[in-house]
């Protein structure tokens, strides 16, 4: 930050003098505020380690500032003189104002971010193998938390794990959900007004929350899982515009998860939207498991479909056993490299997931239910498949049944014949996710009608569907991100003062 930037900022803020030996903020505090040293210089302390020492014309913070986290480090004052302070509020406001403030900052708080989950914060300890523990491990990577993981824990059995253990308070069995309300992540109501209610992050939804909060809506994003959706199981987006190399979901959801902290969407995960109550069409109210309500002016839904099972008998089992998957993240990917696995379906996903575990040296069986594989994967995938030497592909065939004791060791195809496999990764579609949006129209496969006038717009006025929620949608992300941002010129139609009737 140049002279000049640091002066802008510096206005935002109050000066104090410091001394030496006191702490700007501590691990495990539940917020802190940002600091620009004047004169003052300051070191970064965990766990009794100086890890960064910082002087005049330095700032203090990192992500936490912008989505209410914990703190991860100490900052003591070791030479006295002047800091400025910027509170949350005041932090907003330069960002707001400042787009050169902004970016600077936000990359700032990336990086560092980087460097504490690499260097692993101590305010977030879990205990237990995270090769076992799956939803929470990909929760915590979803959400940029960080976190360092132990074997044992005193006091703690292996009927305990997976452990948490933040601030001293040992969360036994610990879930992302309860990670979260500990950590202050899930939604609590304030006074604060509401224009726009986001249920699902993934694309669709982080689009819409960054388009609608960066048009002056003040905006919340829920979503039940982590942030990204399908997308963020991705191993690699390879059609999606400006990466000349592809991008994989995770690092797209991280870019997207900045952009919304940047334009102030308030993001709460896992927070799953249990109903919509509309008694009053212009106030529509989503409902939140645990109770808490929020009152809005609109509701975008993006909650996207869910993975269709096979009716096979040990599917549950192998299933809670890690052995069917329906994601080719990395952990994913990197649990079954060199083994032999089964890959179930005829669409992209299940191509990208076949060439992801080839690279890592799986030897992959494909099964595909049509007699042509390419009638719904694209032909740059079929002509990568076909020409690998680790991917066999059996065309008109199923799974009928699976084969082991705790963990999968085979699969039995149409025609009894048996693959050897240690894992399944499932891709046979979705069934959309509208349990919580009684008293919308859908078309009969469930996807949610959106018949006008505004595009996007359901049978109800204020509520709009975007992503694979939508009946008619492409299942793509590029179409997903453009769903959002186009609902959210809807939204603003549908505030300014006369709501379209919707068609019938
Ligand atoms: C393995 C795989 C690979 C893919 N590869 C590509 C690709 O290469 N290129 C491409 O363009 N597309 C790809 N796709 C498709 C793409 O990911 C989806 O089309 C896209 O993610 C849809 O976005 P969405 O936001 O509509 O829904 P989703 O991504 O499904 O997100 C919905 C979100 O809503 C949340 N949610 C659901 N119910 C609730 C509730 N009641 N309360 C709160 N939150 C809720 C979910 O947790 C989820 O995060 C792939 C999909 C998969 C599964």
Redesign the pocket.
């Known amino acids: 930050m140049n002279d000049e930037q640091f002066r802008r900022l510096a206005a935002y803020g109050q000066a104090e003098h410091a001394v030496p030996g006191r702490d700007l903020f501590t691990t495990g505090d539940r917020s802190y505020d940002l600091f620009l040293l004047e004169t003052a210089a300051v070191e970064i302390v965990r766990d009794q380690r100086v890890i960064f020492r910082a002087g005049p014309g330095d700032f203090l913070g990192e992500l936490g500032l912008l989505t209410g986290q914990h703190v991860y480090l100490t900052g003591r004052v070791i030479s006295a003189g002047t800091v400025i302070r910027l509170g949350a509020a005041n932090l907003r406001r330069a960002l707001a104002e400042h787009a050169d403030l902004a970016d600077l900052l936000i990359e700032a708080f990336r990086q560092r971010r980087e460097v504490i989950r690499t260097t692993a914060g101590t305010a977030l300890r879990l205990v237990g193998r995270p090769d076992t523990a799956l939803a929470l491990r990909t929760y915590l990577a979803q959400l940029l938390l960080p976190h360092a993981w132990q074997e044992t824990y005193p006091g703690l059995t292996p009927d305990d794990l997976p452990a948490a253990v933040i601030d001293r308070t040992v969360l036994r069995r610990a879930t992302p959900g309860a990670v979260a309300e500990a950590l202050g992540l899930t939604y609590r109501p304030d006074d604060r007004e509401v224009d726009l209610v986001v249920?699902?992050?993934?694309?669709?939804?982080l689009a819409a929350a960054v388009y609608a909060a960066s048009e002056g809506l003040s905006t919340v994003l829920?979503?039940?899982?982590g942030i990204?959706?399908?997308?963020a199981?991705?191993a690699r987006?390879?059609?999606?515009l400006g990466f000349s190399h592809g991008i994989s979901g995770d690092e797209l959801t991280r870019l997207a998860m900045l952009r919304a902290l940047k334009f102030n969407v308030r993001i709460h995960s896992p927070?799953?939207?249990?109903a919509l109550d509309l008694t009053d069409p212009h106030r529509p109210t989503v409902q939140l498991d645990g109770g808490a309500r929020i009152r809005c002016r609109a509701v975008i839904a993006?909650?996207?479909?869910n993975y269709r099972r096979l009716d096979i008998p040990g599917w549950a089992a192998f299933e809670r056993a890690g052995c069917i998957r329906y994601?080719?993240t990395e952990p994913d990917v990197r649990d079954y490299a060199n083994q032999p696995v089964t890959v179930l379906g005829g669409a992209?996903?299940a191509g990208?997931?076949a060439l992801s575990l080839a690279a890592h040296n799986a030897t992959v069986d494909l099964i595909v239910r049509g007699t042509r594989v390419g009638a719904r994967m694209s032909t740059y995938l079929v002509d990568r498949i076909r020409a690998h030497p680790l991917i066999r592909l059996h065309l008109g065939s199923t799974v009928d049944a699976l084969i082991g004791g705790d963990t999968l060791s085979g699969v039995v195809m149409s025609r009894a014949e048996t693959l050897d496999s240690r894992a399944l990764f499932c891709?046979i579609g979705a069934t959309p996710?509208t349990?919580?949006l009684t008293g919308v129209a859908t078309d009969d496969n469930g996807f949610l009608r959106t018949p006008g006038p505004l595009p996007f717009q359901t049978s109800t006025p204020r509520v709009f569907a975007?992503?694979?929620?939508r009946a008619g949608s492409t299942?793509?992300?590029?179409t997903?991100v453009g769903d959002g941002a186009g609902a959210v010129s809807s939204v603003h139609t549908a505030l300014a003062a006369r709501l379209p009737t919707p068609a019938t």
């Open positions: 249920v699902g992050a993934g694309p669709a939804g829920l979503d039940r899982g990204g959706g399908q997308a199981k991705t987006i390879e059609n999606h927070c799953t939207a249990t993006a909650t996207g479909a994601a080719a992209n996903s990208q997931a891709f996710e349990s919580w975007v992503g694979d929620l299942k793509r992300v590029a997903a």
